[in-house]
């Protein structure tokens, strides 16, 4: 997960996000070439955006703490 506006604000939050997705997928297409001819396999990959409030902070316990963010904008792919 990658999130854009926490702790600071960014105007163009959506823009990055995208631009990020985008990025991501350009990588993967140049990576699929060279995986299908070394070892036959292709990677398929789903991206979620998704905007608005959340509450983003330290989550977690004593053993396992995590920065991340929580809300009803916030999805994970099922």
Same mark, same amino acid.
């Given at each position: 997960?990658?999130?854009?506006?926490a702790?600071t604000?960014?105007?163009?939050?959506?823009?990055?996000a995208? @631009?990020? @997705?985008?990025?991501?997928?350009?990588?993967?297409?140049?990576? %699929?070439?060279?995986?299908?001819a070394?070892?036959?396999?292709?990677?398929?990959?789903?991206?979620?955006? %998704?905007?608005?409030d959340?509450?983003?902070g %330290?989550f977690?316990?004593?053993?396992?703490?995590e920065?991340?963010c929580?809300?009803?904008?916030?999805? @994970?792919r099922?």
């Open positions: 997960m990658a999130f854009w506006g702790p604000a960014q105007a163009d939050h959506a823009a990055r995208v @631009a990020a @997705a985008e990025d991501m997928l350009r990588w993967l297409e140049v990576g %699929n070439e060279a995986w299908q070394a070892h036959g396999v292709t990677i398929h990959l789903a991206i979620g955006i %998704n905007s608005g959340a509450v983003v %330290n977690g316990s004593e053993s396992r703490m920065y991340t929580i809300g009803d904008t916030v999805r @994970a099922e």
